[in-house]
Structures are given as structure tokens and as C-alpha cells.
């Protein structure tokens, strides 16, 4: 794939999820970077259009800046499959299998790859008080970690000590979700590893001075996460946690870039998610990543560009 194959460039940015901001931010960042490159760029927000809107009209090519419901579930990837297309990340299956946690774990497990205990809840569940007896089937015990099946960027995640603040939090969480997933609490220290096009570019530690790496962490300076490039890990595990992220790329069928997830706990790696549209702002981890391997912010833009494919 070259260069000339591309020149119009439509910016897929904001939609309606709760990482709106942090789409609008990352698309805008990108938008610069792709013009300073020499492509045409041209923008759509879903959030004011319905994406069959898109016109095929002067478009080569869909960089997705998406992040979150709708954008990276599968559902923006399905109308530019129906378009005919190409477009950067995965593709309708796996960004759909990647979003949904549950159907993810089940894929990690499948592959061997570890990741911590978790069960599935409903509001059946939590009215039929199922929720000590499945926590003890599973050996489960506090803290335990409450998310919503679908969201990224750690919105309505709640790690809960003890069994009040879990119902307390469930009960709070299934008025908006119809699904979470409870999951063992692993400490020990965050690592996220980038991979684009199948290679793995990298792993950094991140220092939360937060209870974890949530939404404020991520994306505010005054959470003062503190960033390690390279990760503090003995060079044989860094290499380990590296084949990891690359084998669970692959295990989704993932293309272009992602981020996977982990802590590193007792010698053990434990994949907590995979991130196949992970953020492009200025305070994310891939670009970061990518600049410590000597990648600039333009030739990452340009590489992931480059990538675009209609999935097959």
C-alpha cells in the first residue's frame, strides 16, 4: 500500500458516546497532522449527521477518530463496510469483540492469555440476589472491580472494598447500564503496550497517583498519572508482555493500531482489555509510545492511514 493509493482524507470525529471530547481532541490532532502531511481533509461528526450521509463523492479514504459506543463497537465500521470505503482500525467483528468485555475475555481465555476472574450481571441478577453465591463459585473476593460491558476510557468503572459499596455502585450503574461485568481486583503495576499493523511498538508503565488509571488519570494533567517509557520490567518480561499484546491482537483479527491493558502482578501478566481506537490527544499512550521509538505524531497518523483497509 502507498501513499498515492490515498489523497482525500474524511476525519470520522465526536458522536454522542461519553468520550466525545476525547474524539473531538484526538480527531483534531490528527486532522492537523494529515494536513501538515499534504492530504485533503474533510470532516464528519455523527453526532449532527447520520453516518449513511456519507458520501462517497471525494472520499479515498475514512480515518476513524471515533472513540467509544457506536464508533468503535462496530456500528461506524458496518456503514463504512456497506459504503465500500476504506477505513483505518479493525474491522466490524473485531472491534465489536474488542468493545463488548465479556465477549473479549472469553477470546483471551480461549488463547491462553490471562486475565482476571470476572462474572456477568444483569438487573435479574442483582433482584434475585444472586450476586454472593455466584462471587463465591467464582472464588472472588473484594475488592472487586464493577464496569459496563461497552464503555471505554474506564467510564463507570468502580472498584468496590466491600459488599455495601458494591451494591450500592450496582444498584447506581444498572439504572444506566443494562450489563456489567465484575472482575477480581489485580494491583501490582499498569502496563499498556502498543502494536500497529501486527508489531508490537512498546510498552509503558503508568504511575496513577488515583485509586486506578480511570477517566480523570487519562486525560487531565492534574491527575499527575506518571508515565514510564520504558516500563520498569526485567528485559525478559518486557519482552513476554510485548508477545502477549501481539497475540491478542491477533487472537481479535485486529488491524492497524490498538492498546492492550495489563497489570503485572506476581510475576504474572493479566490482560484487563484491548483498545482497538486508543487515544490520539496529548496526553495519550500510543503517541507517546510511538515517539520513544522514534515515530513522530504526523508518521504515526500517517502510518495508521496507510493501514486502511475495507475489512475482509
Known amino acids: 500500500m502507498n501513499r498515492k493509493r490515498f489523497n482525500k482524507v474524511l476525519v470520522v470525529l465526536g458522536g454522542t458516546s461519553g468520550e466525545r471530547a476525547v474524539s473531538l481532541d484526538s480527531g483534531q490532532a490528527c486532522i492537523k497532522a494529515l494536513k501538515k502531511k499534504g492530504y485533503k481533509v474533510s470532516t464528519f461528526d455523527p453526532k449532527f449527521k447520520n453516518f449513511n450521509l456519507i458520501s462517497r463523492k471525494n472520499i479515498d479514504v475514512i480515518f476513524n477518530a471515533l472513540h467509544g459506543r457506536d464508533g468503535e463497537d462496530g456500528v461506524a465500521q458496518s456503514y463504512f463496510e456497506y459504503l465500500k470505503i476504506p477505513y483505518t482500525h479493525s474491522g466490524v467483528v473485531s472491534s465489536f469483540t474488542a468493545m463488548n468485555k465479556i465477549n473479549s475475555k472469553k477470546i483471551f481465555i480461549q488463547n491462553k492469555i490471562k486475565t482476571p476472574k470476572f462474572i456477568s450481571l444483569t438487573k435479574h441478577d442483582l433482584k434475585t440476589n444472586t450476586i454472593q453465591k455466584m462471587l463465591k463459585y467464582k472464588k472472588m473476593v473484594f475488592p472487586i472491580v464493577l464496569k459496563p460491558i461497552n464503555e471505554g476510557s474506564s467510564l463507570g468503572v468502580e472498584v468496590c472494598k466491600n459488599i455495601k459499596k458494591m451494591k450500592r455502585s450496582l444498584n447506581f450503574l444498572l ?138
Open 175 to 312: 439504572k444506566k447500564y443494562d450489563q456489567l461485568i465484575l472482575e477480581e481486583y489485580i494491583g501490582g503495576q499498569e502496563i499498556q503496550v502498543a502494536v500497529i499493523n501486527g508489531v508490537p511498538l512498546g510498552a509503558i508503565e503508568l504511575i496513577p497517583k488515583r485509586l486506578f488509571y480511570d477517566y480523570k488519570a487519562k486525560y487531565t494533567k492534574k491527575a499527575k498519572t506518571e508515565h514510564v517509557m520504558p516500563a520498569k520490567l526485567p528485559t525478559k518480561k518486557y519482552k513476554e508482555v510485548l508477545k502477549i499484546a501481539k497475540k491478542a491482537h491477533l487472537a481479535l483479527n485486529c488491524r492497524g493500531v490498538t492498546r492492550s491493558d495489563f497489570k503485572f502482578y506476581k510475576n504474572n501478566f493479566y490482560i484487563l482489555e484491548i483498545n482497538t481506537q486508543p487515544g490520539m490527544t496529548g496526553l495519550s499512550l500510543v503517541p507517546e509510545i510511538a515517539k520513544f521509538k522514534g515515530i513522530s505524531f504526523d508518521n504515526l497518523v500517517e502510518k495508521i492511514l496507510l493501514d486502511a483497509s475495507i475489512n475482509r
